[in-house]
C-alpha cells in the first residue's frame, strides 16, 4: 500500500519492493546466448543500471530486433580527454558508431546488442566513470556549470557537486556484481584506461557508499528504501549570473551565493520539472521555487 495515497502500489513499485538490491533476473538473461532481450520486469530494473531496452522501429512488421541504449554519468558534464577516447572506441565496438551528448551533461551509447552490454559497462567502470543510477526512479545525473572552473568559487561547485552525487547514489549492491566484478573482458584498451585512470586520479568518483542490510542480511538503502523514487529526480548547481544549467527546472536547484570572491552557500530551489502525463491536469510544467532563508 503507497502510504501517501494510501492506494494499492502499482506493479513497478511491487517490483523495487520485491527486489530492492534491482537485480532482477539480469544474471540469467546475460549468461543466456539464446536471449536477445530482457523480460518486461527486468526492463524495469535495467533502467537503474543505466539502460533502456529499445527495438528498431523499421522493422516491427517483419519481427522485433532488439538493443539498448546505454548512458554514462558524467556529474558536471566532466569527462576527461582520456575518458572520452575510451568512449569513443566503446562506441565503434559495442554501439552502433555514436556517441551522443545528452540535456544533463552526458553519454548515451546506442544500438548495444545483448552481448556488448557487460564488456561496455565494465570498460566504462574501468575508465572510472558509471551507468549507475543514469536512469530510473532516483536521482540522476547532477548537472553544474558548464564552462572549465577558472577560480576557487567554480572548482568549489564542482566539488559540491561531486559530494552531493556521492550522497544521492544508490547502494544497490547488484550493479557492481553484475558489471564489474562478475564481467571477465580483455579489450586491448589497457593503455587507454590506464590514462583515463591517471586523468581523475586512480579513484572512481562514482562508487556509492556501502550498503546497510537489515536483520536478514538484505541490503538495505538508508535513503531510497525498498521502493526507491516514485520517478526520476533531477538536481543542479548554477554560479550566477550564469544559467547555463536552467536551474529552475530541476526539481532541486543549487545556486551560488558568492561574497567576495568566496562561495558563502547556496540558495535552495525546489520543484521544477518539465514532465507531463497527457490528459493529466494535475501534471504540468512549472518553474522551482526558491526557499526563503531561516526555512
Excluded at 18 to 33: F, Q, V, Y
Excluded at 115 to 130: D, F, R, T, V
Excluded at 224 to 250: E, S, V
Aim: glycine share 10%; net charge negative; charged share 25%.
Amino acid at each position: 500500500m503507497d502510504p501517501t495515497s494510501g492506494k494499492p502500489l502499482a506493479k513497478n513499485e511491487l517490483l523495487k519492493a520485491d527486489k530492492p538490491d534491482l537485480s532482477g533476473t539480469i544474471r540469467e538473461t546475460l549468461a543466456n546466448p539464446e536471449a536477445d532481450r530482457f523480460s518486461g520486469d527486468d526492463e524495469q530494473f535495467i533502467k537503474f543500471h543505466g539502460i533502456y531496452q529499445q527495438d528498431d522501429r523499421d522493422k516491427r512488421k517483419t519481427g522485433k530486433e532488439y538493443s539498448v541504449m546505454v548512458r554514462t554519468r558524467q556529474t558536471g558534464g566532466i569527462v576527461p580527454a582520456a575518458q572520452y577516447l575510451v568512449y569513443d572506441e566503446l562506441s565503434g565496438r559495442f554501439a552502433n558508431g555514436t556517441l551522443r551528448i545528452t540535456s544533463r551533461q552526458t553519454f548515451q551509447f546506442h544500438g548495444v546488442l545483448q552481448k556488448g552490454i557487460g564488456p561496455l559497462i565494465k570498460s566504462i567502470n574501468e575508465a572510472l566513470s558509471s551507468t549507475l543510477a543514469t536512469c530510473g526512479d532516483v536521482n540522476r545525473n547532477v548537472t553544474a556549470p558548464s564552462n572549465p572552473p577558472v577560480d576557487a568559487v567554480a572548482v568549489q561547485v564542482d566539488e559540491d557537486a561531486f559530494t552531493l552525487t556521492r550522497a544521492l547514489l544508490p547502494r544497490t549492491t547488484a550493479y557492481h556484481s553484475i558489471w564489474v566484478d562478475g564481467v571477465q573482458v580483455d579489450l586491448g584498451l589497457g593503455d587507454k584506461i590506464a590514462k583515463a585512470r591517471a586523468s581523475v586520479d586512480q579513484a572512481n568518483p562514482y562508487m556509492p557508499p556501502p550498503a546497510d542490510t537489515d536483520d536478514s542480511g538484505a541490503p538495505v538503502d538508508p535513503l531510497y528504501g525498498k521502493t526507491y523514487l516514485p520517478r526520476k529526480f533531477k538536481t543542479g548547481f548554477a554560479i550566477p549570473p550564469n544559467n547555463d544549467t536552467d536551474i529552475f527546472t530541476n526539481d532541486m536547484g543549487f545556486v551560488a551565493i558568492v561574497e567576495n570572491g568566496k562561495l558563502i552557500g547556496y540558495n535552495l530551489l525546489v520543484g521544477g520539472g518539465l514532465g507531463t502525463s497527457h490528459g493529466n491536469k494535475a501534471t504540468y510544467p512549472r518553474l522551482a521555487d526558491v526557499i526563503p532563508q531561516g526555512e
